[in-house]
């Protein structure tokens, strides 16, 4: 089966006036168009190939790499809007239509939307929606605490960053726990902090290596790895130089020592922490 809005392994079939004809195991056959025929090939090849529908709605295969594919989020630039909706830079020849209905807010000329990808049912068309929460949930879970997990970030709150977790949550990075600059649409790896009752995630950035450990606790780890052993820091330090050094609030800092303090992984002196072999 050819799947829109995906990429397909297709088997070159025969090669015609406008392009070459792809097809699959089920005796379904796309376009390829000459402007995008490789400069050498034979019948019977495989070629990777992404499929969309065209300016006059007929199917067919591009090998131009799109910023977003069916079932995936993006930041993509308007190009233009009218009063049906707002059609969208994605790396390809036609637009990606967002139709008003699918609009968090009006869209405008120039401005950059984080969206998500589908094919409309009644069109068959792929098309986008800036209502990201519309296509997450977080009634059954599919991570837990101190998972680490794929982030995209989705908007800013008066306490934080929201975030998309793993392409199916939402979640939440606090203030406390942001020690670099982010924006929209900017993916990056994160942490599963403490899942809540009502199954709201809360989010810190960063890998996680010692799964047993919370996620400061582990950072606080490799810094003393990286460092022979030794930091440099207590209980005591200011925390700015807590903030310079591990990027986390002092709070945070005092909670995560007593962690490693108590599964005997680290000996506290007066000029600061020290691991233990």
């Not at 529908?53 to 910023?67: H, K, S, V």
């Not at 606090?174 to 649409?185: E, N």
């Not at 200011?238 to 000996?267: C, D, H, W």
Request: net charge negative.
């Amino acid at each position: 089966m050819i799947h829109l809005g995906e990429y397909n392994t297709l088997t070159i079939l025969r090669d015609t006036e406008p392009g070459l004809f792809l097809g699959d195991d089920e005796n379904n056959d796309v376009l390829l168009p000459n402007r995008y025929v490789p400069e050498s090939f034979e019948i019977g090849d495989d070629i990777e190939v992404f499929v969309y529908l065209d300016n006059e709605e007929r199917i067919i295969a591009t090998t131009d790499t799109p910023y977003i594919k069916k079932g995936d989020f993006a930041l993509l630039r308007c190009n233009q809007a009218n009063d049906f909706g707002a059609f969208l830079d994605w790396g390809l020849v036609k637009e990606l239509f967002c139709p008003f209905k699918e609009q968090a807010f009006k869209m405008k000329k120039g401005g950059w939307y984080l969206v998500y990808c589908f094919e409309d049912e009644v069109s068959n068309r792929l098309v986008a929606s800036s209502k990201t929460n519309h296509y997450l949930s977080n009634k059954e879970l599919t991570v837990q605490a101190f998972d680490e997990v794929d982030l995209i970030v989705s908007h800013p709150s008066d306490i934080g960053m929201n975030v998309i977790v793993n392409k199916l949550h939402t979640g939440l990075i606090f203030k406390d726990d942001i020690f670099q600059d982010l924006s929209v649409g900017d993916r990056l790896k994160g942490i599963v902090k403490k899942v809540r009752p009502d199954n709201k995630l809360d989010i810190m950035l960063g890998k996680i290596g010692y799964r047993s450990i919370e996620p400061n606790a582990d950072l606080i780890m490799k810094e003393l790895e990286d460092n022979s052993g030794y930091l440099n820091l207590t209980d005591k330090s200011a925390p700015e130089a807590i903030k310079e050094t591990l990027q986390m609030s002092k709070k945070n800092f005092k909670k995560a020592v007593g962690t490693l303090y108590k599964k005997r992984l680290i000996e506290i002196k007066d000029d600061g922490i020290y691991l233990i072999d």
